[in-house]
Every structure is written in C-alpha cells, then in structure tokens.
C-alpha cells in the first residue's frame, strides 16, 4: 500500500496517520519537533512546561472518541456548564455543556504511542502529510487579531465545573477551569499587543470575571488568531515528487470563539487520509487535492460567516471594524488584511503593568 511520512506530531497529523494504518497503508513518523509555542506560558502557575490546555466539549470529545477509543483523555478535567455574556445583550445564562479540558501535548504523546514505530524504510513516500507547511507558505487571512492567554490561580476552588465568556468594549474573555484551583485566562484583541500581561489584567479589570480570580495572570503569551486558509493545501504526485497535504490549523485556522478549532482540524485529517485512499485505489490524484483545497475554502467561508454574525453585535471600535471589514472583504474574495492606508495599530497598553 502507499507509504505516508506524516511530519509532525500534531492531533491532525497524527490523527491522520492512525486512519491511513487502520486501512492499511504505511506510515512512516517524523521524529518528534520541539512542540508549539503553548496556549500559555510554559511553567506557568498550575501547568507544566510545555503544556497546551485545549477545551474539548461535546462534539468534539464525541469525535476524539469515534476515532482513538477509550482512555485518551484520562487525567482530564471534567466540566458541565457554560456561562456566556455577549456584547451589551441581556444577562448572562448558564446552560449545561458537557466538556473536558486536557493537556493537548499529552494527548499528543498518548496519540504517537498509540501508533507505534511506523515504517522505518528508507523509501521516498508517496506522500507527506504535515501541520506546519512553512513560515513562506501562502494563505489568505481575515485580519490580524491577536489571542492573549495566561493562567492564574480562581478565587472560589469549588467553582470549578463551568467555562465562563464576557465581552468589554476592546474584545472577549474566557476562563477555562485546570483543576488544581487554577484556570487558563484567554481574551482576544482586534490587533498587535506589545504588553500580553498588561492587556490582559486590563481586560479583567473591565469584567466580572476578573473577580473571580485571585490575581491577573503574571505573564501571558500573545498569538496569532485571525481565521486564515491556506492557498495551496494539497499538491498531487508528479514524476519524482510526491504528493503534499496540509492539515490542522496549518490547512485552516479558525477563531477561537468558535469553540470548534480541534474537531476542525480532525475533519481536516479525515479529509486528508481519503484523499490518499481514494489515490491508491485509482482516483485522479490532481482532482483529489482540487477537491480537498475547495473543501476548506467553504469551510473557510462559513467560519467567517459565523464570526460576522458575532462580532458586529458586540464591538463597535475603529479597530474591531477593521477585522469586521478584513473578514468581509475575504468572503468577496478580496484580499484580507487592514485597510489601505490604515497603519497596524496595537491594541492600547495600560500605562504600567498591574501588580502580579
């Protein structure tokens, strides 16, 4: 059957990797890279070096279950509920929502070992499948948002089964319950931020989340987090070449809002790994990968239709509507990005950090 270097250790790549064995085919693991930056500072009060907290509720737990089977979010920590407040609406609600938050480079590492060696030829394969196609790779993006995350210790230990959002007038925060009395702190802010730590406790400052933590996060990390697809996800094989197939957020990032990022990057590899089967089993390779990239472009354009029925009702800043308008201007098929002769402003700084 095809032999398939999967060049990662990411949930897509791997994910990938455990659907083309299960039919048969051979996969040949990349040893592992040094992993991403996390979604909050390694050795960050509660959490260990490295460590990716990743919310997983209903759908997507679903989803990691249908493909890996039992016991690959052991260790977890189980929430029930969500309180949400969006924009100046009505108050906010609590409703059930099952979910799980877990460490995403130990389910990771839980996922490799599940695969084994792999194939340990020297043969060129067929194809490669990777999540991190390179800083040059070519991909529309709808915006320059930032998410800035952290963690910090919760005021009330015992109020620790519900996931809680709020908005203030310069974007939207998260607490996502650890366990171990500490929460990760995530917000989103329509541009660059020099100052994550400071940007961030000014945002809890402004919301009533911020009472429910003992102190602001000491340090945090800022990210990139505009919706962006990739231009090129899937190159067939030609003579001497394989074939190339972008998964994960490396294929398609979505904004975090959305709640949906891991069990996107999931379809991504479900996706990826037909591509293949449907190639060995005889299928036009080239109409295989045209199929694949058209796939996340609409995928694409129904996430930034989900996120302009969000954020207009919620911000109404200059530079809010520079997102509003970057991901409108990508669903016309303009290029995306800040207006014409508007400057990449960052987002505004308090004017000293808050004491830890």
Known sequence: MTLVEVAGSGLAELTCARLLADRGHRVRLAPPRPPAPPAQPAGAAGAGAGARPLLLTGPTL????RLWGDGLLDGGWPLTHRHARWGAGPSPARFPQPGRSVDGAVLAARMRERLGAGDLSGEPPAWTVTATPGER???????RRRLLAGTAPVRRPRDQDTARLDC?????LHLTPLGRDVC????????PAGDPAGLLARLLAESALGTR???????????????RVHLAPAVPPVAGRGGLLVVGAGALRQDPISGTG???ALRTAILAAAVIDAAAAGTSARALCAHYTNRLRAAFHDHLGTCLRLYPAAFGSADWWDEIDAMRRALRGGAAGTLPGRPDRAVPEPA???AP
Do not use: F, K, S
């Open 62 to 65: 679903e989803l990691v279950g």
């Open 184 to 191: 990760l702190v995530q917000a989103m802010v329509p541009g």
């Open 262 to 264: 891991t069990a996107q």
């Open 168 to 172: 203030t007038g310069l974007g939207w």
């Open 352 to 354: 000293q950090e808050p």
């Open 137 to 143: 790779a070519a991909h529309e993006q709808a915006g």
């Open 213 to 227: 933590l003992r102190r602001p996060p000491g340090t945090a990390v800022a990210l990139a987090a505009a919706p």
